[in-house]
C-alpha cells in the first residue's frame, strides 16, 4: 500500500512557533520540535501509512504581499510547492490570520477570496495522486485571536480590529469549501490560541489539532474505500 501524502500548508502555527518567545529587538524566535507541532502530532496519529510535509511560513497571508518582504503570499508559493512534492493525496490549508494585520485592511470577504483563489491553482494541477487530476483539498478555519495584544518589531499593536473579524472565520470558510467541493474542518469550535501572544498555538494547542486534524483525515480516505 502506497502511503498517502499530505500537505499542510499554513502559516506560523504550522511552522511552530512558541508564543512568547520572540525578541523584538533581536528577532530570536523559538520553534516548537517536529513532535510537538500540530503536523508532527498528526502524523504519528495516522500511522505509518501517510507521509506528512509541513510547509509553514511565518507571516504567510493568502493572496497579499508585504511591503517590505517577499514571498509571504500563499498564491506566491502554492504552485511550485505543489509540484515540488507531488504526488500528493491531499493539501490542508490554514490561513487567514496574518492577512487580519491592519497593514492589510482587509475584510473576511477579501481574506476569503485569497483561500478561494488558493483553491483555484491547487485544483487546477495535475499533481494529485495519479499525477492526471488535482489532489483533494482540506481547508481549516484558523480559531479566532484570543486578544489583539500583539505587536510587531516597531513595538506596535498590529491586530486591532481583527478579533471580531476572526470569529466569522467559520461562516465564510465552511460556504467556500461547499462552494469549492473541498472538505472542511472548523478548527475555530474546538481549538484556541495561546493567552501569552493572542494568535500563537501552545502545546496544548498543537497536541488538540493534531488530534482533531487526524480524525478528521482518516474519516476522508476511509469514506472511500
Not at 510537538?36 to 510535509?53: Q, S
Not at 509541513?54 to 514571498?71: M, S
Not at 481583527?162 to 481549538?191: I, P, T, W
Not at 498555538?201 to 482518516?218: P, V
Amino acid at each position: 500500500m502506497n502511503k498517502k501524502s499530505i500537505l499542510c500548508f499554513g502559516d506560523s502555527n504550522t511552522w511552530g512557533f512558541v508564543p512568547g518567545a520572540f525578541d523584538l529587538n533581536t528577532f530570536y524566535m523559538e520553534r516548537y520540535p517536529r513532535d510537538i507541532r500540530w503536523p508532527g502530532v498528526m502524523e504519528k496519529a495516522l500511522g505509518i501509512n501517510y507521509h506528512v510535509i509541513e510547509e509553514g511560513l511565518n507571516g504567510r497571508t493568502t493572496n497579499v504581499e508585504y511591503p517590505d518582504i517577499e514571498g509571504r503570499s500563499g498564491t506566491s508559493y502554492i504552485s511550485p510547492c505543489l509540484y515540488s512534492h507531488s504526488p500528493l493525496d491531499i493539501v490542508i490549508i490554514q490561513l487567514g490570520i496574518n492577512d487580519l494585520k491592519i497593514i492589510f485592511d482587509r475584510e473576511i470577504e477579501t481574506i476569503t477570496n485569497g483561500i478561494s483563489e488558493i483553491i483555484d491553482m491547487i485544483q487546477a494541477t495535475t499533481f494529485g495522486p495519479d499525477m492526471q487530476s488535482a489532489p483533494q483539498i482540506l481547508i481549516l478555519s484558523p480559531p479566532a485571536l484570543a486578544h489583539e495584544g500583539y505587536k510587531d518589531v516597531d513595538n506596535k499593536l498590529i491586530f486591532i480590529g481583527g478579533m471580531k473579524k476572526s470569529f466569522q472565520f467559520h461562516d465564510y470558510y465552511s460556504k467556500l469549501a461547499n462552494d469549492k467541493e473541498c472538505h472542511y474542518y472548523d478548527l475555530s469550535s474546538r481549538v484556541e490560541y495561546s493567552q501569552i501572544d493572542g494568535l500563537h498555538l501552545d502545546e496544548k494547542g498543537h497536541k488538540r489539532s493534531g488530534a482533531l486534524i487526524a480524525s478528521k483525515i482518516q474519516s476522508i480516505f476511509e469514506s472511500e474505500t
